[in-house]
């Protein structure tokens, strides 16, 4: 055998669509047999056992014309590839969801798995066509290798459907979970399953250490003559009849006590009225929220404000965006208190409208750890143009989940705040900088109640020294948070 | 599980059951290549000796090279006939290929089912596979099926019999129904059991003697 003819023989043995050596001898029979075998399994969409047999059909009798058609058509015909798992994968892997989703149609219908059912699932309903998602998770439910990863899926499309019922089943038959990372985005869903519903009621009881309650100016941390001990109270009810998408009302109120200077304990209530568009990461809502600040149980602000804020998914981030506009009223203190905290001039000075936004950039590392990043801007048009200023800084969040109960989460921001005139009675116009941050710990006892503790810091730096000061404030406490159906 | 017990049954047979030079050469080929693992070329010479006028043995051997392509269903609708076939045919290490494609098609029980059958009888190897393998679906099949099990095999059950494959659809309703019994209440055990009898009605209708 010559090189060319060896080269063609290996082919042929290689690659059905090869040129096939001529040199058998005929035979009909065999190539009939050969040419219905090959047509059972191009039906069953086995292509490459099909063109084998067509193949063999040819070369048992080259002048079979139907075998030769068959053989051309699958060969020359660069037909689309046989529906499989890796091919959806590379086709997601390389943004193509619409053809994802299609290969993965055409696999359940020829060689449905439970693989493939749980992969539609999960992209049905990432494009929120739950209807789609449910029963091929339900399908892939089936399954105990795809159990689990489907559990969580359906318990997000009964959370998303305002089921908190089905969804805690879910999440709680997930607990045992071998996949670790299932088994802490569960934890993390279970609490969130168990604080949605058409009315969510939430509150704080704590104390701790003030170690500047008036905002003593001075560069001492801890050696404050107006440091105290405090304990609150915080309640609110949030009411959505139509669940995450739609109107909602949201009321709370808090006080917290310092009994060692009640003049500067602190009250506030709060109504917020509101309407919300979409529910899934792609959302944005509008409000009208109306709030009364107290103090030492007489009030001292009332502001109204309306809201906008959106947020839209970006890869694996999140954006975030808020404006507002605050009408804000200071309240003169009554004429019972000896040493009023605001004169009637000071506070129709103090009063106006402040326009603020906000643009934040969320980005999850992991299901356990995600950080924010994000900048403030705020102008406030006092009625007096000294206690009018521009304001505006950056700030950072994260928070980051250690184990399925505690959680770590931190905070910082800075704002330089820039007065518009000067203040006839400083002799200057005021500019201050602020600096807060702080972290919290939370232990979750249950899906409801929580153990807290947080130590924040605050230092305020002016170029009047006396509104300048340092303050710092521990608190512990237990939260609760349940939603109701 | 090595592939030489059933490519030598097969050689076997070739060599002494079947007259016919053609079946002999499509057999001994086929096996040829199950043996070296060329499991696609394999299932074409089987069914061309099927084409042409084998029956019985050589549609285990297809049933065994379709579970080698991971093509479960249609493994299992092949060892059906097979079985019609020639019930005297198999044997364990038949049996454990039809166990592994009724657990690629996640029929766990009658996975659970064969297997127990295959460790009874088989020798070591095979044995020790069969028992690990059902090692690991006991803690499957232990406690309580969900009833989204039940509802996925009979909704997989409808979906082969409207593509007019009774012999596959009985063995999803065979499967759900019997999951169905594992459970206190009973979870549409009675529409798995009629869903049952009207598949296997039309496979008995399809059946080549009516």
Same mark, same amino acid.
């Given at each position: 055998?010559?090189?060319?003819?060896?080269?063609?023989?290996?082919?042929?043995?290689?690659?059905?669509?090869?040129?096939?050596?001529?040199?058998?001898?005929?035979?009909?029979?065999?190539?009939?047999?050969?040419?219905?075998?090959?047509?059972?399994?191009?039906?069953?969409?086995?292509?490459?056992?099909?063109?084998?047999?067509?193949?063999?059909?040819?070369?048992?009798?080259?002048?079979?014309?139907?075998?030769?058609?068959?053989?051309?058509?699958?060969?020359?015909?660069?037909?689309?590839?046989?529906?499989?798992?890796?091919?959806?994968?590379?086709?997601?892997?390389?943004?193509?969801?619409?053809?994802?989703?299609?290969?993965?149609?055409?696999?359940?219908?020829?060689?449905?798995?439970?693989?493939?059912?749980?992969?539609?699932?999960?992209?049905?309903?990432?494009?929120?066509?739950?209807?789609?998602?449910?029963?091929?998770?339900?399908?892939?439910?089936?399954?105990?290798?795809?159990?689990?990863?489907?559990?969580?899926?359906?318990?997000?499309?009964?959370?998303?459907?305002?089921?908190?019922?089905?969804?805690?089943?879910?999440?709680?038959?997930?607990?045992?979970?071998?996949?670790?990372?299932?088994?802490?985005?569960?934890?993390?869903?279970?609490?969130?399953?168990?604080?949605?519903?058409?009315?969510?009621?939430?509150?704080?009881?704590?104390?701790?250490?003030?170690?500047?309650?008036?905002?003593?100016?001075?560069?001492?941390?801890?050696?404050?003559?107006?440091?105290?001990?405090?304990?609150?109270?915080?309640?609110?009810?949030?009411?959505?009849?139509?669940?995450?998408?739609?109107?909602?009302?949201?009321?709370?109120?808090?006080?917290?006590?310092?009994?060692?200077?009640?003049?500067?304990?602190?009250?506030?209530?709060?109504?917020?009225?509101?309407?919300?568009?979409?529910?899934?990461?792609?959302?944005?809502?509008?409000?009208?929220?109306?709030?009364?600040?107290?103090?030492?149980?007489?009030?001292?602000?009332?502001?109204?404000?309306?809201?906008?804020?959106?947020?839209?998914?970006?890869?694996?981030?999140?954006?975030?965006?808020?404006?507002?506009?605050?009408?804000?009223?200071?309240?003169?203190?009554?004429?019972?208190?000896?040493?009023?905290?605001?004169?009637?001039?000071?506070?129709?000075?103090?009063?106006?409208?402040?326009?603020?936004?906000?643009?934040?950039?969320?980005?999850?590392?992991?299901?356990?750890?995600?950080?924010?990043?994000?900048?403030?801007?705020?102008?406030?048009?006092?009625?007096?143009?000294?206690?009018?200023?521009?304001?505006?800084?950056?700030?950072?969040?994260?928070?980051?989940?250690?184990?399925?109960?505690?959680?770590?989460?931190?905070?910082?921001?800075?704002?330089?705040?820039?007065?518009?005139?000067?203040?006839?009675?400083?002799?200057?116009?005021?500019?201050?900088?602020?600096?807060?941050?702080?972290?919290?710990?939370?232990?979750?006892?249950?899906?409801?109640?929580?153990?807290?503790?947080?130590?924040?810091?605050?230092?305020?730096?002016?170029?009047?020294?006396?509104?300048?000061?340092?303050?710092?404030?521990?608190?512990?406490?237990?939260?609760?948070?349940?939603?109701?159906? | 599980?090595?592939?030489?017990?059933?490519?030598?049954?097969? *050689?076997?047979?070739?060599?002494?059951?079947?007259?016919?030079?053609?079946?002999?050469?499509?057999?001994?080929?086929?096996?040829?290549?199950?043996?070296?693992?060329?499991?696609?070329?394999?299932?074409?010479?089987?069914?061309?000796?099927?084409?042409?006028?084998?029956?019985?043995?050589?549609?285990?051997?297809?049933?065994?090279?379709?579970?080698?392509?991971?093509?479960?269903?249609?493994?299992?609708?092949?060892?059906?006939?097979?079985?019609?076939?020639?019930?005297?045919?198999?044997?364990?290490?038949?049996?454990?290929?039809?166990?592994?494609?009724?657990?690629?098609?996640?029929? *766990?029980?009658?996975?659970?089912?064969?297997?127990?059958?295959?460790?009874?009888?088989?020798?070591?190897?095979?044995?020790?596979?069969?028992?690990?393998?059902?090692?690991?679906?006991?803690?499957?099949?232990?406690?309580?099926?969900?009833?989204?099990?039940?509802?996925?095999?009979?909704? $997989?059950?409808?979906?082969? *019999?409207?593509?007019?494959?009774?012999?596959?659809?009985?063995?999803?309703?065979?499967?759900?129904?019997?999951?169905?019994? $594992?459970?206190?209440?009973?979870?549409?055990?009675?529409?798995?059991?009629? $869903?049952?009898?009207?598949?296997?009605?039309?496979?008995?209708?399809?059946?080549?003697?009516?």
């Amino acid at each position: 055998m010559t090189v060319p003819l060896l080269a063609l023989w290996l082919l042929a043995a290689i690659d059905p669509c090869a040129s096939r050596l001529p040199g058998r001898k005929k035979d009909p029979a065999t190539a009939s047999a050969y040419l219905s075998v090959g047509r059972e399994e191009e039906s069953r969409g086995a292509l490459k056992t099909a063109k084998l047999a067509y193949a063999e059909a040819v070369a048992s009798d080259p002048s079979n014309a139907q075998a030769r058609s068959a053989l051309r058509r699958l060969c020359a015909e660069p037909v689309s590839p046989p529906p499989s798992l890796d091919a959806a994968l590379e086709k997601l892997s390389a943004g193509d969801r619409d053809e994802a989703l299609r290969i993965l149609e055409r696999l359940r219908e020829k060689a449905p798995s439970a693989s493939a059912a749980l992969l539609e699932g999960i992209l049905n309903y990432e494009l929120e066509r739950d209807a789609q998602a449910e029963p091929l998770l339900r399908s892939a439910e089936a399954d105990p290798s795809t159990a689990d990863s489907a559990k969580l899926f359906l318990g997000l499309i009964a959370l998303r459907k305002g089921d908190a019922d089905s969804a805690l089943s879910q999440f709680r038959a997930l607990s045992n979970a071998p996949d670790a990372t299932l088994r802490s985005s569960a934890a993390s869903l279970l609490r969130l399953a168990a604080r949605e519903g058409r009315l969510v009621l939430s509150g704080t009881l704590e104390g701790g250490y003030d170690s500047n309650t008036d905002v003593t100016p001075g560069t001492q941390l801890l050696s404050s003559s107006a440091a105290a001990g405090l304990g609150g109270a915080a309640l609110s009810a949030l009411i959505r009849p139509w669940l995450q998408a739609g109107p909602f009302l949201l009321l709370r109120g808090g006080y917290r006590a310092i009994p060692a200077n009640p003049i500067y304990e602190l009250g506030s209530a709060a109504g917020a009225l509101g309407f919300q568009l979409g529910d899934g990461d792609l959302r944005g809502a509008a409000e009208y929220q109306l709030d009364l600040v107290a103090l030492g149980l007489h009030p001292y602000l009332l502001t109204h404000s309306l809201l906008v804020r959106g947020q839209v998914p970006l890869g694996r981030a999140l954006l975030f965006a808020e404006l507002g506009a605050y009408l804000e009223t200071y309240i003169p203190s009554p004429p019972s208190i000896p040493i009023p905290l605001l004169t009637a001039s000071e506070a129709a000075g103090y009063s106006g409208v402040r326009p603020a936004g906000r643009g934040t950039a969320r980005w999850r590392f992991s299901p356990e750890l995600f950080a924010e990043l994000e900048y403030g801007l705020s102008r406030d048009l006092a009625g007096e143009r000294r206690f009018s200023y521009l304001e505006h800084g950056p700030g950072v969040r994260a928070r980051w989940s250690l184990t399925s109960q505690l959680s770590l989460s931190t905070a910082a921001e800075y704002r330089t705040r820039a007065f518009d005139a000067p203040d006839p009675d400083l002799l200057l116009t005021r500019a201050d900088t602020y600096v807060n941050g702080g972290l919290r710990a939370e232990y979750e006892l249950s899906p409801s109640w929580a153990l807290f503790a947080s130590l924040w810091g605050w230092q305020a730096s002016s170029n009047v020294p006396e509104l300048s000061y340092l303050r710092l404030v521990g608190t512990a406490g237990f939260s609760f948070t349940e939603g109701f159906q | 599980v090595a592939y030489g017990g059933i490519a030598a049954a097969i *050689l076997c047979l070739a060599g002494a059951a079947l007259g016919s030079a053609d079946l002999d050469r499509r057999l001994a080929s086929g096996a040829s290549h199950f043996r070296a693992g060329r499991f696609d070329r394999a299932l074409v010479e089987f069914k061309v000796a099927r084409q042409l006028g084998a029956r019985g043995d050589v549609t285990w051997y297809i049933a065994a090279a379709l579970t080698k392509l991971q093509r479960p269903e249609d493994a299992l609708e092949a060892f059906a006939t097979a079985e019609a076939e020639a019930p005297d045919s198999g044997d364990t290490l038949l049996a454990y290929y039809r166990a592994i494609a009724c657990h690629d098609a996640q029929l *766990l029980v009658c996975a659970d089912r064969i297997l127990a059958e295959v460790s009874a009888d088989a020798g070591p190897k095979i044995r020790s596979q069969a028992e690990k393998i059902r090692s690991q679906l006991a803690p499957l099949l232990g406690p309580e099926p969900p009833p989204s099990a039940i509802d996925a095999l009979l909704s $997989r059950g409808e979906t082969a *019999l409207k593509h007019q494959r009774p012999t596959l659809a009985a063995l999803y309703f065979r499967e759900a129904h019997a999951l169905s019994s $594992r459970r206190s209440d009973r979870h549409r055990a009675g529409e798995a059991d009629s $869903r049952l009898k009207a598949a296997a009605v039309d496979v008995a209708q399809r059946s080549p003697r009516r």
